[in-house]
Structures are given as structure tokens and as C-alpha cells.
């Protein structure tokens, strides 16, 4: 049975970094009741704990985190980089160890956002671009999808062998 990993919060898990969820969803709900969901949250999985400060990519651009050419900045200026790649390399064992190859994490986040994130200003604005967890998976051919797109996770699904 394909397995899929799945952001923790939008299974309800109360670890935001305001301390908060985003779900559960339904289609996630199934998922796990079959067996399928490998759950994580890579910002608690890197170290940083719930509540946390806010924090955005300057730019936006997870990959370059990845690359080593931004950083992840907290609101109180703190450069919490390394525990978003910890949490990032993290999922990356999960994927590679359960043969992973959907993924459906948190939209807008700095590590788990897949087609926007914010633009490291704190001031709301999103740019396209993706959280460093969701850059590395996708680097490593995971097809990562938010919970705004369930549907198309299904049907990637499907179309797994």
C-alpha cells in the first residue's frame, strides 16, 4: 500500500507555530484510517517548539535555503535555518524509508508550502515559491501537494503502481 506523508497539523496535531492545527480533512481521515499517512512536522521535528515565533524565507525561495543562499528568519530576527533543514533532511529519511512519493503538506508555510510561501517581510505578502521541506522532497521527485489540493493527491494516487 502507497504511503503518504503528511503534515501533522493538518491532521489536527496542535503544532503550529501559533500552537494551532489546520484540520483534520476528511480525505486525510481515510488515509489514515487505511494505514497510508507517515505523519511529521518538520519546523517540531527540527527542534523548534510549539508555540513558536513566526517565521518566513526573505524571498521566499525554499531551495535557496537549501543551497545555502537565504535563510529562514524568525519574527524576533532569529535564524532558525538549521532546524528547517534538520526537519527537512528528516522527511527526506521518511520518504526514502517508506518509499514515499506523495507528500501533502501545509500551504504558505516557510517549510512545507508547495506553491506559495511568504515573502519575509511578515506582512502577508505571498510569492510563488515553496518551504524548504517541500523543495527538497520535490528535488528528490515527490509529488507534494497542499490540502487545498486533495483531489489532485487522489488522483496522483491512483495513478501510482
Not at 518538520?42 to 531551495?63: D, H, K, S, Y
Not at 528528516?90 to 507528500?103: D, F, N, S, T
Not at 510561501?117 to 523543495?135: H, L, N, Q, R
Amino acid at each position: 500500500m502507497q504511503k503518504i506523508l503528511v503534515s501533522r497539523c493538518l491532521l489536527g496535531h496542535r503544532v503550529r507555530y501559533d500552537g494551532g492545527a489546520s484540520g483534520p480533512f476528511d480525505q486525510l481521515q481515510h488515509w489514515l484510517d487505511e494505514g497510508r499517512v507517515v505523519p511529521l512536522c518538520p519546523e517540531v521535528a527540527g527542534g523548534l517548539p510549539t508555540p513558536r515565533a513566526a517565521a518566513e524565507i526573505p524571498g521566499g525561495q525554499g531551495g535557496a535555503v537549501l543551497d545555502g543562499q537565504a535563510a529562514v528568519i524568525t519574527t524576533d530576527g532569529e535564524d532558525v535555518s538549521a532546524q528547517f533543514l534538520s526537519g527537512a533532511y528528516q522527511a527526506l529519511e521518511l520518504v526514502q524509508k517508506h518509499g514515499i512519493r506523495i507528500a501533502v503538506l501545509k500551504a504558505n508555510s516557510p517549510s512545507c508550502g508547495n506553491l506559495l510561501t511568504y515573502d519575509g517581510t511578515f506582512s502577508g505578502v505571498k510569492v510563488s515559491g515553496e518551504g524548504v521541506t517541500a523543495a527538497l522532497l520535490k528535488r528528490h521527485g515527490v509529488l507534494v501537494f497542499s490540502e487545498l489540493e486533495l483531489a489532485e493527491a487522489v488522483a496522483a494516487l491512483a495513478a501510482q503502481p
